[in-house]
């Protein structure tokens, strides 16, 4: 894997995880050392988190850390009803609908153990069920265009959601949502996976627009420096492209 692919996964999840939070600078000198890689793979990467969305031109200092505010989350989620409904509308057309048939038994018990004891594991198992879902979606809709156009939007919405930490009440919703989303996919009705999917974007837009309300900005704080498990350190047992 090149260096500039390290890079990007790195400062990706420190984006995603809030490690690097939104406003703060990337200085190139400062994000090359402390990954240990040279300034040209990390403009790559930089280049691809603008791309991404997650980081924005900042003046003559290189880029920061886009914000997170309600006008944020309403232009993803506007972006995201107009390809998750075509892509859900598709899916219905051409999917197998056993699949879908499954995975609905499969959400909806994963909303009733989300109601009696929403642990860690239940979240996770939860979380993997979503993940499947859209996976489905994507391969049943197959087009192409609409699936690379979805990767900056799920980058966004993970950051989006690790700092919202939805409550239990909210997953257990959510969860009977995608439900409702698979049921209408198996049952091969565009109509009713396309109204489905705008229901739950609807409540996921609500739910993270009033967790932001409630959240304090984070402090900023540097990440911890990368030491032995730095990018450079990791790339030796990579080939480069």
Known sequence: ???SDLA???????????????GRVLGEVE????????????REAL???QADGLVEPHGGRGVVVTHVSAEHVDALFEARAALDTASAALA???ADSARFGQLTADLESAAERLAENPDDESVRAYYLLVSRLDDLVDEAAGN????????????????????TRESPGRLRASAVEHAAIARAIASGDPDLASAATRVHLEAARRAIV???????????????PASSSSIAHRASSHHTA
């Open 92 to 94: 219905a057309r051409r």
């Open 1 to 3: 894997m090149r260096a």
């Open 47 to 49: 280049q691809q988190l």
């Open 31 to 42: 994000q090359a050392e402390r990954l240990g890689v040279s300034r040209t793979p990390l």
């Open 8 to 22: 990007y996964t790195e400062l990706r999840r420190d984006i995603v995880e809030w490690r690097l939070e939104p």
């Open 210 to 224: 009033s967790a932001l309300d409630h959240r304090d900005p984070p402090h900023g704080r540097p990440p911890t």
């Open 144 to 163: 192409p265009y609409l699936r690379r156009a979805h990767v900056p939007l799920k980058a966004n919405l993970a950051r989006l959601r690790r700092a």
